[in-house]
């Protein structure tokens, strides 16, 4: 395998931090090209002066003379927004770029990066949510491969790795069921923040923890698969897997499943997608079914989580949907950490925002844009009468 230079967008977060602990392990395969982050200047100094990336990115304007002081006596170029990360993209050479920005923020980059040719290892499921028709269609026109990072994709990726010329008959995302997995409605009446962030196998960032335990990630994750995949949304089925043992499944036309096991660590599926094709040597720790004598499986309760049956919605309704719902969520989960809403108000504005803003069959990028916007506002407007 030949030096891969690498660009991480979000890497001060969970995602970012991790792809460098892969890096660090391995200086031989991979160099840094491009580090941001949005808010954690101080972690980003740190990264900068450690792996000398050729530029350095921070989203909040206000940290940035901090970041260009700290960096004076380097050659690293620092630059600020999500327009920084685009001019950087457009100048540093990148063999592949790790997008871990959270939500919607990672469209713009990601789009960036497909024209300039780079491969994508995508850690922002929001980018295939909120515009994968065009995002899809575009990495096609451009050659640019894909390869997920979300360890249910990842899964899915590996078990289709040999099997291009047999037609997917089901893919199967598992679910962990979040810390509120075997609850009803009026269990959920008062929980707190505090509950809703402690999930019982990932340690993820607070926006994912939420999403999970709404099983609004796994919704989200539905679309995506739709548009990594190329499958309907009748071929996607979701089963609740409390031991995260199984990533997820694929089906295929003579009723055979293929399966990715491994345990609840995302060094794994990042590793992955920064080695592909190739597997490295890790010394992580390994599986012992000794250890899991019993794996279990559920359906998951739609009736009470309600989130994932409004991504089902999104992903039939096409257009626009699926944004609206993305802008929507992001608001509300952000709305829900601040205590001004409830943890079942979380689906109660995504449905609200779904029903209320206007449906466009076939949107263009501007008008992702709008939405996503618009969308903004009248989620953080929005209250529980």
Request: hydrophobic share 40%; glycine share 6%.
């Amino acid at each position: 395998m030949t030096l891969k230079s690498v660009a991480i967008l979000g890497s001060t977060g969970s995602i970012g931090t991790q792809a460098l602990d892969v890096i660090r392990a391995n200086t031989s395969l991979f160099s840094v090209s491009i580090l941001s982050a949005g808010n954690n200047v101080e972690l980003l100094i740190q990264q900068c002066i450690e792996f000398k990336p050729k530029y350095a990115i921070i989203g909040n304007k206000d940290k940035f003379s901090q970041l260009k002081e700290a960096l004076i006596d380097t050659e690293i170029k620092v630059l600020a927004s999500v327009d920084g990360i685009c001019e950087a993209l457009e100048n540093a050479t990148s063999d592949i770029v790790l997008t871990a920005l959270v939500g919607y923020a990672g469209l713009k980059p990601t789009l960036t990066a497909i024209d300039q040719g780079i491969t994508i290892a995508l850690a922002n499921k929001e980018t295939l949510v909120v515009a994968g028709e065009l995002v899809t269609q575009k990495a096609k026109e451009k050659n640019v491969a894909i390869i997920p990072v979300d360890s249910e994709h990842s899964a899915i990726f590996q078990c289709l790795v040999g099997e291009e010329q047999n037609p997917i008959e089901k893919v199967i995302l598992t679910a962990s069921g979040g810390p509120f997995r075997g609850k009803k409605r009026e269990d959920l009446l008062e929980v707190t923040k505090a509950q809703a962030l402690k999930h019982p196998n990932w340690s993820m960032g607070a926006k994912i923890t939420i999403d999970s335990a709404s099983l609004m990630n796994k919704g989200l994750e539905v679309i995506e698969a739709k548009w990594l995949f190329d499958v309907s949304g009748e071929q996607i089925d979701v089963v609740v897997h409390p031991q995260s043992i199984v990533h997820s499944l694929v089906q295929f036309n003579d009723g055979s499943i293929k399966a990715q096991l491994g345990l609840p660590d995302m060094k794994l599926p990042i590793q992955y997608a920064l080695g592909y094709p190739n597997r490295l040597p890790s010394d992580f720790e390994r599986f012992n079914f000794a250890a899991y004598p019993t794996l279990t499986f559920e359906a998951p309760d739609k009736e009470t989580f309600v989130n994932l049956e409004l991504a089902y919605k999104a992903l039939e309704q096409k257009g626009n949907s699926a944004c609206i719902l993305n802008a929507a969520n992001e608001i509300a989960v952000d709305r829900f950490l601040n205590d001004e809403i409830k943890f079942l108000d979380i689906a109660g504005l995504n449905q609200y925002c779904m029903e209320s803003y206007q449906f466009i069959a076939n949107p263009t990028y501007e008008d992702y844009v709008a939405t996503d916007e618009n969308v903004r506002e009248l989620a953080k407007n929005w209250t529980n009468k």
